[in-house]
């Protein structure tokens, strides 16, 4: 047993090193190490490499897969470089796009590649390789995890938007670059400068992510002589020095922030840039200060006393050396407030105050010599009195045509008095109104103490800017003629008079951007000329419709069960305006699909099956409710709903911010999935053996199922064979071809799932685990699982024991040498039916121990001649379980001890045959006489009775000796008792025993 055992275990280890050696992987798949942190809408890029196909030459095919947060147990088909349809419909118009693809950067290696990422696309990406060859030999896949993240970096600058300096003048500029990435990164920052007339920026000096400094070309000099200088202040500010502007460097100045991060394999890669807003920096030669004396401007009016409504004409003279060759801009300003200029080229330029009155053609300007000037204000008003002064610029022009200001001279002052007619005419306006988004805005003027004919004009400015202006809307004539502005040209918008005393404006569906200062101002009108003016302002607020208009999105039971109804309402409040509603739906896609739309009309379209939802409308005070019923919900179901809300107004098309996003959760039912599996087993190897797990309790009564048998050895699980719910059997990946051949698994009604091994084997031992997915169907058709129930039935293979039994019987032969010597060996037992035996004669000496094998039958019919009587011996084998070696004309030499030796043999299929057990028969002792002996030798039973005659009638005498020596005994005792002391009963003397004589001795 020892030796047998010994064996066993050397077999073992070989079969362990056999699989060991086989386990080498030859093909290696490999992509970079994860996890890579992107940020959304930078692009990613994976690589592949594979390795150790035998032709390294062919062009691998490669696909891409991925699994998503969200359902770690599924894999979705993103590309394939050998299948143009592998994608999933969530990516096929993205492949199709070429925002995501995939490239063969050489025979072995491809380049996966997504332009613009998605928050939706982070997961766990695979890289596989298609195996064209006839054997599986080493990893064909390989994954990397992709994590998405959010765009941290913030970047501004502090500086206004226009800057002037003069050459040699010190500049500084700071910058504001920060990021809250919760991953470990790095910033670099870059200060650029874009002239005019180059087409790309240029950097003026660099601090990469590692903080090393660098002036950009073209700033090496200025930067070594430290006139250029990048400092860093605290944890996010970045200051710019320039010690001497040059003229080259005007242009725009800006900041550009970068932000990276380290991947597994040590490299760097950039996840975000953002620029600060440019300044526009001006950088103006060293000014000479001009000769002005030669330079002389006067003033004149033609009227200084005028009253409301007549015409102010004031006059400007410049005097100057060679006036023909130079030029300038002259400007009339009244109490510091420019009223209007006329640049070095003759054109007209309005301060923002008269802008106005220049579209009413109340003011006018030009230029009338080749030194005078006239400025014209008719109708003036009354607040259009004080003092006039005439301002002059030399303007020299450079080689590029454009003028440089020099120093201004002023003309003395003209004092200009204006007085009230007698008209009185005054105007009244509400001071401010309030309108929602999309109604009609109506503003009321009225006019008093009117004298002669009227006209009006509506205008309005902005109030977003400090610097707007009046800016015309619409204007009704004297004569009842009005005319449009021609920014409301497309507009509604109308003015009239429905009284002598009233003017109004109607503007329809205004926007916020209607918002501001509207003015009414009231002209009146003698003989076709303007006499007086009078105006009045009212603030408009137009509330736009996200302010008043409120959209909600409530459910009474959001989490469902498969098969339940689920009932949403989007609540709609505020004021009646027609709107347009869309039901959307978001699953895992970045966009939401529509489910459908409700017109302002009442119209319905719709975009997902209709058969599963219904729309119920119900009207409140101050509210409409839009009901969403979804009927017998499935996971297609199931996602986040939203109700989105359009103002649709003829000129008005607004998106209202969309409602609340509502979680819709579709559950699996519980499941009453219960199993019952074999009992635990030991069965002897090379035993057929069945496993059955039966469903007792199932959830529906038209369930699926999908079975898959597990072994569990040494703590780890490895599939054996499983099932799907379409009952299509597939073996386990780590299931050797060769065992496949000994394992099936059937279904029968129960349902109950059999899994049978014929031939069990020691390696078959370990815990069989029955897992079964419950498949229901939805309301729509279509098939789920419920989570997977399991039960484990222990299954033991051990050897099994003997029942090889030999006959033990012991015998003694006296033959003589004519005789030939049978010795018999009969086996009476045995394992199995397939078992076969090798037997061995043995023969000894009665004086030795040394046992001589004499004769061998192999298992394979083999004999073998083993103590060299070849000539003497004969095998037998009369019956199955019966054999005998004869010995022909045995001599007295052969006289001796013989048995018979039987070894039981079983088939293996994993080690060829292999030895159960080992048994002996008893012993026959054979005594061969020579011939002069063979009368003792042949009449021994003839003799039999002699002797026993003789033995009877020694017992007979015995018997009758000791009667005699009783019957003297008590005779003794009668005659007297003086000698008790030699009573047979006495005391025996006291001999020392001898021991056996040593060899000494």
Excluded at 170 to 185: D, E, G, I, P
Excluded at 345 to 352: E, K
Excluded at 594 to 616: C, E, F, H, M, P
Excluded at 949 to 959: D, E, R, T
Aim: hydrophobic share 35%.
């Amino acid at each position: 047993m020892k030796c047998s055992l010994t064996s066993f275990l050397r077999a073992n280890l070989l079969f362990c090193l056999g699989l060991l050696h086989c386990g080498e992987a030859r093909v290696h798949t490999e992509v970079q190490a994860g996890p890579l942190y992107r940020v959304v809408g930078s692009p990613l890029s994976i690589s592949c490499n594979v390795s150790g196909f035998a032709s390294e030459s062919t062009r691998k095919e490669i696909e891409f897969r991925v699994k998503k947060p969200a359902n770690p147990k599924s894999d979705i088909n993103i590309i394939s470089t050998a299948d143009e349809q592998f994608s999933y419909a969530v990516y096929t118009s993205r492949v199709r796009s070429k925002e995501i693809t995939v490239t063969h950067v050489s025979q072995n290696s491809v380049l996966f590649e997504i332009q613009r990422l998605e928050k939706g696309d982070e997961g766990e990406y695979e890289c596989s390789v298609i195996n064209y060859e006839y054997a599986y030999d080493g990893t064909y896949s390989a994954m990397t995890t992709v994590k998405v993240i959010d765009n941290s970096l913030s970047v501004s600058s502090t500086a206004s938007t226009s800057l002037s300096y003069n050459e040699g003048d010190a500049l500084t500029l700071t910058c504001q670059a920060s990021s809250n990435t919760v991953q470990h990164t790095h910033l670099s920052l870059v200060w650029y400068l874009h002239n005019d007339s180059e087409d790309n920026a240029w950097p003026i000096i660099s601090l990469d992510r590692d903080f090393t400094l660098s002036p950009g070309p073209g700033f090496e000099g200025r930067h070594q002589a430290g006139l250029i200088r990048l400092d860093k202040m605290g944890e996010a500010t970045y200051k710019l020095n320039m010690a001497q502007l040059e003229l080259s460097d005007q242009g725009r100045i800006y900041c550009q922030a970068e932000e990276w991060i380290q991947d597994p394999d040590n490299s760097w890669y950039s996840i975000a840039q953002k620029d600060a807003k440019e300044t526009t920096l001006n950088v103006k030669a060293r000014e000479v200060v001009p000769d002005t004396s030669s330079l002389v401007v006067r003033i004149s009016a033609q009227s200084e006393t005028l009253q409301e409504g007549q015409e102010l004409s004031l006059y400007c003279n410049v005097d100057s050396q060679n006036l023909e060759e130079r030029f300038f801009s002259l400007a009339w300003l009244r109490a510091n407030v420019e009223l209007a200029r006329i640049g070095p080229t003759g054109i007209l330029s309005v301060g923002p105050e008269y802008s106005g009155r220049v579209k009413e053609g109340e003011l006018r300007a030009a230029r009338i010599g080749d030194r005078d000037y006239r400025l014209v204000l008719q109708p003036v008003r009354t607040e259009d009195q004080g003092e006039y002064i005439c301002r002059a610029w030399l303007q020299d022009r450079g080689q590029d045509g454009a003028f440089t200001q020099q120093a201004a001279q002023d003309s003395s002052a003209q004092l200009v008095s204006i007085s009230a007619t007698e008209s009185g005419l005054s105007v009244e306006m509400q001071n401010s109104v309030a309108v929602n988004e999309g109604s009609r805005l109506e503003l009321t003027c009225k006019v008093h103490r009117v004298n002669g004919q009227l006209s009006v004009t509506w205008q309005r400015k902005s109030t977003s800017t400090s610097a707007a202006t009046f800016t015309s809307v619409i204007s009704l004539s004297q004569e009842g003629v009005t005319e449009k502005a021609e920014e409301f040209m497309s507009r509604r918008v109308q003015a009239t008079r429905p009284a002598g005393d009233t003017f109004t404006l109607e503007l329809d569906e205004v926007t916020p951007s209607d918002s501001g200062v509207y003015q009414c101002a009231v002209s009146e009108w003698k003989i076709n000329s303007k006499t007086n003016s009078q105006s009045q302002i009212a603030t408009v607020t137009v509330a736009p419709t996200d302010s008043f208009l409120k959209v909600h999105l409530i459910s009474r039971n959001s989490i469902v069960t498969v098969g339940e109804n689920v009932e949403l309402m989007c609540r709609v409040r505020g004021p009646r305006v027609p709107i347009t509603l869309t039901w959307s739906l978001q699953r895992h896609t970045p966009t939401p699909d529509n489910i459908l739309t409700v017109y302002s009309d009442g119209a319905i379209s719709w975009s997902g099956d209709q058969q599963r939802y219904q729309l119920k409308v119900v009207n409140k005070e101050n509210e409409v409710i839009y009901y969403l019923l979804i009927n017998g919900a499935s996971h297609k179901e199931a996602g986040g709903y939203q109700c989105r809300v359009s103002v649709f107004l003829e000129k008005v098309h607004k998106k209202l911010p969309p409602s609340n996003q509502l979680a819709v959760l579709v559950q699996n039912p519980v499941s009453k999935l219960v199993l019952n599996t074999t009992p635990a087993s030991t069965i002897n190897i090379n035993t057929d053996i069945e496993i059955k797990c039966s469903v007792i309790s199932k959830t529906s009564a038209s369930s699926r199922y999908a079975v898959t048998w597990l072994l569990q050895q040494q703590a780890q699980n490895k599939t054996v064979v499983s099932s799907d719910q379409d009952a299509l059997v597939t073996f386990g990946p780590q299931v050797q071809l060769s065992h496949r051949q000994r394992i099936s698994m059937k279904r029968t009604k129960g349902p109950s799932f059999e899994l049978s091994i014929r031939q069990a084997q020691i390696s078959d031992n370990g815990s069989y685990i029955c897992e079964v997915v419950e498949w229901l169907q939805d309301p729509l058709g279509g098939w789920y699982q419920l989570s997977p129930v399991s039960r484990t039935t222990e299954l033991t293979v051990v050897e099994p024991e003997t029942n090889l039994f030999i006959l033990k019987e012991e015998k003694l032969l006296n033959m003589s040498r004519s005789q030939d010597l049978l010795i018999p060996c009969h086996i009476t037992n045995q394992s199995s039916s397939q078992s076969e035996f090798q037997i061995t004669w043995f023969w000894q000496k009665e004086t030795e121990t040394l046992q001589h094998p004499i004769f061998t039958a192999y298992r394979n019919s083999t004999l073998q001649d083993r103590f060299g009587k070849g000539d003497q011996l004969r095998f037998g084998h009369p019956l199955p379980n019966q054999f005998s070696l004869t010995v022909l004309k045995p001599s007295p030499e052969d006289s001796g001890l013989y048995f018979c030796e039987v070894e039981e043999w079983l088939p293996s299929l994993s080690h060829g045959w292999r030895k159960l057990a080992v048994k002996n028969s008893g012993y026959l002792t054979v005594n061969v006489y020579a011939e002069g002996d063979v009368k003792a030798v042949s009449e021994p039973e003839c003799k039999s009775d002699i002797w026993m005659g003789i033995l009877i009638a020694i017992v007979i005498c015995s018997l009758l000796v000791m009667f005699l020596l009783v019957l003297k005994i008590c005779r003794s005792k009668v005659s007297g008792g003086n000698k008790l002391d030699q009573n047979l009963w006495a005391e025996p003397e006291q001999h020392p025993l001898k021991t056996k004589p040593s060899a000494d001795d």
